[in-house]
């Protein structure tokens, strides 16, 4: 009986509720939800309440799967779209138009008492953090033996997040590949104070959080090697480094994702378009960093001429300029 | 001469257990106290200098000091409203008539202990069925509808119990006298029965509804969203009948999920907020028990017998 009667409750309710105010439903990454967020805040204001925008947090795979469905609008994505979740898109006829929106950073920071390390190559944190140093790489000086003969504690990102499988992505060689003897956390604060308080501690967290403790953590410039625009010379992670990709490999582009049946109603073109336009200026302010102009202009175009598809193959790639990657042909 | 010796040794080391005991206790309770005070003490030396008018009235916003918790508490409150309104008629009236009217075998019995059961399962659980049951199968939607069910069933149990609890302190004897004036077995419900219960009842459905307050997993699990820089629409209309419900099927955030994702952020600006969401939080559940213990006081002087 109760079921009944809510079911007629909601039938009833349905019915009255389309005429309504238009809703943007956005879902996904934690990772981008600041930028989205400030964007609806500022959309919402400029439309004077004509539009709603809703954005949840669902992390990058969960939203997928409801955008896939064709439950949301606009996808936050701290990654490219997977194979497997392109299949589902492509089930259920979701086509999507891809657009970089802003650049994350991963850093890596010890302790300010830490005074051995001011900078480390690829190499050094692939032995730290590769599959087979469980158990072997205990210490500092088995790492280097110049370093303390002291436990090496690491801290890192929990296996769920985006930043999980981009670190292991472009240190490791291989996604969500890493060893498993180390402190893990969803919450990027809780390895903050972790690496704060130990001085024998390394972590990686998103650029912000170390941003925003530089009086808590040493951050640690990174040696990109061969592969990297600056060779062998230590770059540090900043707003500079990242934008003009010097910071390698541990910087990539974030995404959205917009459906495009979303897109034939008025409202959702035009936050996209007001997402590219202010793009350059809100990102620096939620202390992430702006793609170079070109690009946003670049994916105006792409918008206007419904360029479908993702320019990815269906997984990651290390390194990439935001250049080339907007010039590439999307496939679906 | 040396037993009574003996008695007082013994009742010296009686007596020396006891002092041992009552020590043993209010270091205990002491410890529970402390912990709870620096918590709290913690909590609003950070966040009460944050809060103000325009903390309550403002919507989230990217800038720390410019944000508010206004969609959240509103989001909380119309939840707590609907929950209320399915969950409390459903327990009250499932409790007085397992307690009044089933009779007391097997099959009661496994109902019962079934009962009790639901009052302990873990909140994510009933997040879990509710994506099944009411976002997908009945399309229900992320909606204030949905999450006030969820709760509802959540807190069912508990209402349940603490109504049958409250009806089975009542004497028999106010029954059989109520009988004996040739009342119905309804007529001693609705005119003795449950006016007596009612202060416990009533104890139980606000202690239940400030559990619900605090819930956050199952209403992650269904879908809720995160920023929301609007109101349900309003409840009123200007024409007949004057009031709607369209805000049933408005999506929604309330204050754990909000105090969660602002801790979330880099920003220490942000957790503060969040701190000051918590006292808000807390000073709600406060005020609901208080209010619990209030009307159970209030009932309590109005019982003649």
Partial sequence: MFLNCVMILASSLTLTAHAQVPVIKIDGSSTVFPITEAMAEEFQTAQRGKVRVTVGISGTGGGFKKFCRGETDIQNASRPIQTAELENCRKAGVKFI??????????????????????????????MWEPSAQGKINLWSDVNPKWPKEKLKLFGAGSDSGTFDYFTEAIVGKAKSSRGDYTASEDDNTLVTGVANDKFALGYVPFAYAQENTKKLKIVAVVGGDKAPMKDKAVIPSRESVENGTYFPLSRPVFIYVSEKSLAKKEIGEFVRFYLQNGASIVPEVKYVPLPANAYKIGEEHLNAKK????????????????????????? | MESREALLANIKTRQKWDFVFAVAGLLSL????VTLLALIVDLAMTGVPR??????????????????????WVGSFCIMLTTAFCAIPLGVAAGVYLEEYSKKN???????????????????TYGLMALGLFVYKLKLGQSILTAGLTLGLLVLPIIIVTTREAIRSIPNTIREAS???????????????LPYSSGGILTGVIISLSRAIGETAPLITIGALTFIAFLPTAPFDAHIPFVNFKWLMDPFTVMPIQMFNWLSRPQTEFHVNAAATGIVLLVMTLIMNGGAIWLRLRFRKKMKW
């Fill in chain 2, 30 to 33: 002491m410890f529970a106290l």
């Fill in chain 2, 179 to 193: 009988y004996a004036m040739g009342a119905s077995k309804w007529q001693t419900i609705r005119y003795h029965i």
């Fill in chain 2, 106 to 124: 097997w099959v009661s019995q496994i109902i019962e202990l079934n009962i009790i059961n639901l009052a302990g399962i873990p909140s994510i």
């Fill in chain 1, 308 to 332: 479908l598809g993702t320019v990815f193959g269906g997984h990651s790639e290390v390194g990439l300029k935001i250049d080339q990657l907007m010039k590439r042909e999307g496939a679906q």
């Fill in chain 2, 51 to 72: 809060i103000n008018y325009e903390f309550f009235v403002n919507f989230p916003s990217r800038f720390a000091e410019r944000a508010g918790i206004l969609s959240a």
């Fill in chain 1, 98 to 127: 891809e657009l970089p929106i802003a650049y994350d950073a991963t850093a890596i920071v010890v302790s300010p008492k830490n005074d051995w390390i001011s900078s480390l190559t690829v190499a050094e944190l692939k032995k």
